[in-house]
């Protein structure tokens, strides 16, 4: 497994950074629904966004300890 570089890593943060918009986005929509049904289908997206925040998590721990721990030079 290679080091991941910066722009997946950018990629990765700007991935986590939408999925926590989405979370709180169904979060808003479940806390305002007075549908139960639509209720429980943002509670099931809140689930989903956490389970893909985390997976994405779980791929950046996994590489860093491949990342540099110097700077490197091009």
């Known amino acids: 497994m290679q080091p991941l570089t910066s722009k997946e890593l950018e990629y990765l943060v700007d991935s986590i950074s939408n999925e926590d918009l989405l979370i709180k986005q169904n979060a808003v929509m479940a806390a305002s629904a007075s549908n139960s049904a639509l209720k429980q289908a943002g509670m099931q997206m809140i689930n989903t966004h956490q389970q893909h925040a985390q997976m994405l998590l779980n791929a950046?721990?996994?590489h860093?300890?491949?990342a540099p721990t110097q700077p490197q030079s091009h």
């Open 60 to 62: 950046i721990a996994q």
């Open 64 to 66: 860093q300890q491949l």
